[in-house]
């Protein structure tokens, strides 16, 4: 089936912070058993000091996740630097049965064009840079959340040209930039090697405020976010028209059952954007919405969507 005639499908990013094993457990027992998304993606993004806290459970999570009818793909570190982070991700390119999402160009060397996924931290700004990934094996893009529509329009027909898959950040606080250092540990008086995890404290990442003490962005380790949490619930229709295939939510410890119902009853015709909006509203999560990279203002900025935005 060619991808422009593909319905459209929900995802779930992978969890790009470091909450205890116990209650990513329970987390994705939950999306199992009661979540309506088609694909979750797991797997240590950011921190490959992390990966021991959950990497004996991936198997067991995945498992479980595909036996309820999920598609599960298991994605890379989006930094390697050390030994230690090359070879773990020569382990993770060596996985076979189940899809790998590329966080980082250095495991292009260790695919040697196996089917892969391109993941939003590889950053893909043009249609060459696809074209060329796609001849390389890349199946499938997920896009940076910070493209504007006339971007992901001009790579939406690429993608079509190409026979991939296209996925677009749709909810949760969007990756802005990483970094060598852990700004993370630095704020707490402590060094990278020694940072005690001290991103664990923060399961939605740490606040970082201006000068004038306004919540400005937000801290996960290595990791800058938006301070907001992306909203374009009420987009997904036009980004359908564009070659949109897949809508991504990223997970936060905020109702994810709740946001992830409402958002597939928009995509899939279930419920209208305006109701869609009002119902996302009332579940109290208390940071900003945002969506202003998707229609070409700052991304800190909300534009009002049009009612009754109805998918086709």
Same mark, same amino acid.
């Given at each position: 089936?060619?991808v422009?005639? &593909?319905?459209a499908?929900?995802?779930?990013?992978?969890?790009?912070?470091?909450?205890?094993?116990?209650?990513?457990l329970?987390?994705?027992?939950?999306?199992? %058993? @009661?979540?309506?998304?088609?694909?979750v #993606? !797991?797997?240590?993004v950011?921190?490959?000091?992390?990966?021991?806290?959950?990497?004996?459970?991936? %198997?067991?999570v995945a498992?479980?996740?595909?036996r309820?009818?999920?598609k599960?793909?298991f994605?890379s570190l989006?930094?390697?630097?050390?030994?230690?982070?090359?070879?773990?991700?020569?382990?993770?390119a060596e996985?076979?049965?189940?899809?790998?999402?590329?966080? =980082?160009? $250095?495991? !292009?060397?260790y695919?040697?064009?196996?089917?892969?996924?391109?993941?939003?931290?590889?950053?893909? #700004?043009?249609?060459?840079?696809?074209s060329?990934l796609?001849g390389?094996?890349?199946?499938?893009?997920a896009?940076l959340p910070?493209?504007?529509?006339?971007?992901? @329009?001009?790579?939406?027909t690429?993608a079509r040209?190409?026979?991939?898959g296209?996925?677009v950040?749709?909810?949760g606080?969007?990756s802005?930039? !990483?970094?060598?250092r852990c #700004?993370?540990?630095?704020a707490h008086?402590?060094?990278k090697?020694?940072?005690?995890?001290?991103?664990g404290e923060?399961? %939605?990442g *740490?606040t970082?405020?201006t000068?004038?003490d306004?919540a400005?962005?937000?801290?996960?380790?290595?990791q800058?976010?938006? #301070?907001?949490?992306?909203d374009?619930l009420?987009? &997904?229709?036009d &980004?359908?028209?564009?070659g949109?295939?897949?809508?991504?939510v &990223?997970?936060?410890?905020?109702?994810?059952?709740a946001?992830?119902?409402?958002?597939?009853?928009?995509?899939?015709?279930? *419920?209208?954007?305006? @109701?869609?909006? $009002?119902?996302?509203?009332?579940?109290?999560i @208390?940071?900003?919405f945002?969506n202003?990279?998707?229609?070409?203002? $700052?991304?800190? %900025?909300?534009?009002?969507?049009? $009612? =009754?935005?109805?998918?086709?």
């Open positions: 089936m060619a422009s005639e &593909m319905s499908e929900l995802t779930l990013g992978p969890n790009l912070f470091h909450w205890p094993a116990e209650q990513k329970d987390f994705y027992n939950r999306i199992a %058993d @009661e979540s309506p998304v088609g694909t #993606y !797991l797997g240590e950011i921190c490959s000091k992390r990966t021991p806290f959950f990497e004996k459970h991936l %198997d067991q498992d479980r996740l595909e309820a009818g999920k599960v793909v994605c989006s930094e390697v630097v050390i030994k230690r982070e090359r070879n773990l991700l020569r382990e993770w996985q076979e049965g189940r899809d790998l999402e590329v966080n =980082n160009t $250095a495991a !292009l060397l695919l040697k064009n196996k089917p892969h996924r391109i993941g939003a931290l590889l950053n893909v #700004y043009n249609e060459e840079t696809m060329y796609a390389e094996g890349a199946s499938h893009f896009l910070e493209l504007p529509r006339s971007v992901i @329009e001009v790579l939406g690429r040209e190409l026979g991939v296209l996925e950040q749709v909810f606080r969007a802005l930039a !990483l970094s060598a #700004y993370h540990a630095r008086d402590r060094t090697d020694n940072c005690q995890f001290v991103c923060d399961l %939605d *740490m970082l405020n000068m004038d306004q400005f962005l937000a801290i996960n380790g290595i800058t976010l938006t #301070y907001g949490y992306l374009l009420a987009d &997904m229709a &980004m359908r028209q564009i949109v295939t897949h809508f991504r &990223m997970p936060h410890t905020c109702d994810m059952i946001v992830t119902r409402l958002f597939d009853d928009v995509l899939q015709g279930r *419920m209208d954007a305006e @109701e869609g909006e $009002a119902k996302l509203r009332e579940l109290g @208390e940071y900003p945002i202003g990279f998707y229609h070409g203002k $700052a991304g800190v %900025d909300w534009v009002p969507q049009r $009612a =009754n935005q109805m998918i086709a």
